[in-house]
């Protein structure tokens, strides 16, 4: 069953045009937490203290089981998908923790949301978006074939879909409103925005949390194409980045299968390649660009993508989910 979300519960009024989002995605009722804000696929929330007033210092960010595949949310949703990011990202950031402090908190948190949620810092978070590419595809290849570089950053000719650029590159977009694509931005804009040393700063931990990251998955069978981060400043003005949000999972970065790397053409998604093949099936009757909403996922597609995240965990930490 599909409804469109009350707008007067926090939910920006373009997330009625994801049709598939579901009843049961209305935002919870937290004992001790009110929502505040949605995005595609997570969830914040502000605690509030014994009093009822906010505390102004924390949030509650919350990784839902919901799943985007050509712009649309599918349904139903994908078991265990929140509580294995949220673990991924919580081990990537121990993983990065000397190359950059994180917002975390806590893990202990509401009981409705054991798992998949993480009590962090509220930060000043930067007006851009933080994104680098170790492996040429999407808008990076569409702006390589047009000018030979990507962000101002000249590359080597003959690069093909999915051909590994000889170090990462930082190419930033804006944050547009949720629902709007965001828009590439160039260095000058990004320094413009957040002044020389914090841009500079910015690209130099962009690129270095992508080397890192790839330096320890390529080892476990998993190419990270490219990752977007977000960064936040405190409030005070005291220290220097955070990082913060998701890093380095499968919704904030493109994950590739290894051992079917080929540049030449585009690459299997790691995670949303089931539903991605039996979305544009005959077995599916759908067509992406007829505009209407994708049917329902069958069970044997929704297990195998869950299956998918739960093993880039497992290779990627070398732990049982
Ligand atoms: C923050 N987002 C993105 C995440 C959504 C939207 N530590 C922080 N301090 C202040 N703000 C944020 C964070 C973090 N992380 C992150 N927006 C604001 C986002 C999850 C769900 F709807």
Redo the contacts with the bound molecule.
Sequence with gaps: MTLPIPPERGVPDRLSRWQAVRVTDLPLHLPGYEHI???KV???YAPVDDDGALVPDQ?L?VASNRLSAYDWMMSPEIPDKGAVLTRLSLWWFDQLSDLVPN?VVSTDVPAAVAGRAVL????D?LKVEAIARAYLTGGGLEEYRAAGSVSGVVLPERLVDGSRLPEPVFTPTTKAPVGEHDLPMTYAEVEAELGADVAAEVSRLTRAILARGNEIAAERGILIADTKV?F?VSPDGSGGLVL??EVLTPDSSRFWPADLWEPGHPQPSYDKQFVRDWLTSPESGWSKTSGEAPPELPAHVVEQTRAKYVEAYERLTGETF
Aim: without cysteine.
């Design positions: 804000y949605s995005g997570r969830d914040l949030l960010l917002h962090v810092r509220k930060l978070m977000e936040g913060a949000d």
